[in-house]
């Protein structure tokens, strides 16, 4: 640990429910003094429209260093106040930030904030990407510069997330639903294809079970369960119960989800876009945007398949947890001039 060099890590509203993000923290922990703020915006508490940046800029003043998650305005705020204090800026980006999917009006490029997040991502020390393609969004859709941005995909924890006990003929997804986000998911695309497997229980995690969703959850068959925020442990049993994950997303950056499941023995099943074939690769099955029969197909082929200790090897291979450590910790150190030797 470099007790001498300071982090303030900024994290978003969900942030301390996302094992990515948790992940990031850990890491930073290891090696160096760290201080965690939430950016919780609320229009029911306009004060926090002021407490927020005002509590980014205490942090940054007692800190060598603001690492941020996403590049929304609280990033904004942590490169502005690094750039007028002299202190050095990594924002990461996710993918929504860059993101321009006009049929479902996705992308913050469509809204007040891109401005802001072109401002955020020219002036950062650096940028870091989870995948090639976000780099190449943030360029054509927001006008980034790009000479600062780099490719740093997710790490996953190959010793949390692993297959445990037999696999069972079940097709899972994740997703939490907003304005976009049924579609976005393609939590509608994977309803419809329940109706195509009746003999296959599919699962949904991430949706509210209530009134909100019971027009969404119709259009699944009698086969699909429908389950809310669960607790960590009880998901992790599911990715582990379930033979077939499906990231039918019109969108994303490198599915942590999808990485997970991967880790935990699911035979993939995704769409053709940004990260989702990155992490597939080879060891799962990738099937055409919003068709609900072909993915069907897909999902009875990858139930038949015994793919999953290849999806499970990829992940391990490519995208382990000691390679975003390694990556981020010499970031840290090529900002701030430390001798990495000894690391």
């Not at 990260?275 to 072909?294: L, M």
Request: aromatic share 8%.
């Amino acid at each position: 640990m470099d007790a001498s060099t300071r982090i303030l890590f900024v994290r978003p509203r969900g942030g301390k429910n996302a094992v990515f993000m948790t992940v990031d923290k850990e890491i930073f922990e290891r090696h160096f003094r760290v201080q965690v703020i939430d950016a919780v915006w609320s229009e029911r508490r306009p004060f926090s429209f002021v407490l927020v940046p005002l509590r980014i800029l205490i942090g940054t003043i007692q800190s060598d260093v603001t690492f941020t998650w996403f590049a929304g305005a609280h990033a904004f705020f942590s490169v502005l106040w690094s750039r007028l204090l002299g202190k050095k800026s990594i924002v990461t980006v996710g993918g929504w930030e860059v993101a321009r999917v006009p049929e479902i009006g996705y992308g913050l490029s469509f809204t007040p904030l891109a401005p802001i997040v072109r401002y955020t991502l020219n002036h950062a020390d650096l940028v870091l990407v989870v995948d090639d393609s976000l780099k190449i969004q943030a360029i054509e859709n927001i006008g980034a510069e790009g000479s600062n941005i780099r490719t740093v995909p997710i790490g996953c924890d190959y010793e949390v997330f692993k297959p445990a006990g037999p696999k069972e003929a079940v097709a899972l997804t994740v997703g939490k639903i907003g304005k976009d986000g049924t579609r976005r998911k393609g939590i509608d695309v994977f309803m419809k294809a329940s109706r195509f497997l009746p003999d296959v229980d599919f699962i949904w995690i991430g949706g509210p079970v209530d009134e909100s969703t019971a027009e969404l959850r119709a259009l699944g068959g009698d086969n699909v369960v429908s389950m809310g925020s669960i607790p960590f442990s009880e998901l992790l049993s599911i990715f582990q119960k379930a033979k077939v994950y499906c990231q039918l997303s019109l969108h994303e950056g490198l599915p942590a989800a999808l990485c997970e499941a991967m880790l935990c023995g699911c035979v993939p099943v995704g769409t053709n876009l940004c990260g989702i074939p990155v992490a597939i690769g080879d060891t799962g099955f990738i099937v055409p945007v919003s068709d609900p029969k072909a993915a069907a197909a897909a999902i009875r082929k990858a139930l038949e398949s015994d793919k999953g200790p290849k999806a499970r090897e990829r992940i391990r291979t490519l995208f382990p947890i000691e390679r975003r450590e390694r990556e981020l910790v010499q970031a840290v150190d090529g900002l701030t001039g430390k001798d990495v030797s000894n690391r």
